[in-house]
Antibody, heavy 119, light 109 residues
Framework: QLQLQESGPGLLKPSETLSLTCTVS??????????WGWIRQPPGKGLEWIGK???????YYNPSLESRVTISIDTSKNQFSLRLRSVTAAETAVYYC???????????WGQGTLVTVSS | EIVLTQSPATLSLSPGERATLSCRAS??????LGWYQQKPGQAPRLVIY???SRATGIPARFSGSGSGTDFTLTISSLEPEDFAVYYC???????????FGPGTKVHIK
């Protein structure tokens, strides 16, 4: 069974860079069966897709975030990562790493990690 | 960008009742629509994909229908564990994009 776990700082100041890592267990991140991605959810609000990456390194980003986002993959560590530059307080949210199966829906979810942006 | 709207925003029902949730897209998403269930403090869980296919482990009381711009998630007889927020989600091929609806909260009457 595929499992995902987010890790990274939980508190940032405005204008800093958010960096999170997702560790995948239960299968190889190099598998062609999955895409990997990130979704966030501000407290008490809805879900926003951030972006996704294929094992080959191909990336797709939410156009509203594309200028500030980088998703990368490290197959040697079975991990993928999110970097979001110049964060604001409005980007305080629970950040989920996700795995997308063959039908490209979000089949697998990490437990989520709360990132707070505050001065 | 395709916008999804969900109705109603909240649904007050009793266990055993039928729940009917609606999701409407601003333009056709064909059948590229999924439904997710989220309980407090938990990550969402995929319930339905491609408009009408149940995800692994999802009970038969959950069903999805629709195509184009109008979709429905039906829970035939609510169990206590079904009270949650439900989000619809679409995926488009060009641009490669995923968006979610604002959610419908199903709570106990």
């Amino acid at each position: 069974q595929l499992q995902l776990q987010e890790s990274g700082p939980g508190l940032l100041k405005p204008s800093e860079t958010l960096s999170l890592t997702c560790t995948v267990s239960g299968d190889s991140i190099h598998s062609s069966s999955y895409y990997w991605g990130w979704i966030r959810q501000p407290p008490g609000k809805g879900l926003e897709w951030i972006g996704k990456i294929y094992y080959s390194g191909s990336t797709y980003y939410n156009p509203s975030l594309e200028s500030r986002v980088t998703i990368s993959i490290d197959t040697s560590k079975n991990q993928f990562s999110l970097r979001l530059r110049s964060v604001t307080a409005a980007e305080t949210a629970v950040y989920y790493c996700v795995g997308l199966g063959g039908y490209e829906y979000f089949d697998y979810w990490g437990q989520g990690t709360l990132v707070t942006v505050s001065s | 960008e395709i916008v999804l709207t969900q109705s109603p925003a909240t649904l007050s029902l009793s266990p055993g009742e039928r729940a009917t949730l609606s999701c409407r897209a601003s333009q056709s998403v064909f059948t590229y629509l999924g439904w997710y269930q989220q309980k407090p403090g938990q990550a969402p869980r995929l319930v339905i994909y491609d408009a009408s296919s149940r995800a692994t482990g999802i009970p038969a009381r959950f069903s999805g229908s629709g195509s184009g711009t109008d979709f429905t998630l039906t829970i035939s007889s609510l169990e206590p564990e079904d009270f949650a927020v439900y989000y619809c989600q679409q995926r488009t091929h060009w641009p490669r994009m995923f968006t979610f609806g604002p959610g419908t909260k199903v709570h106990i009457k």
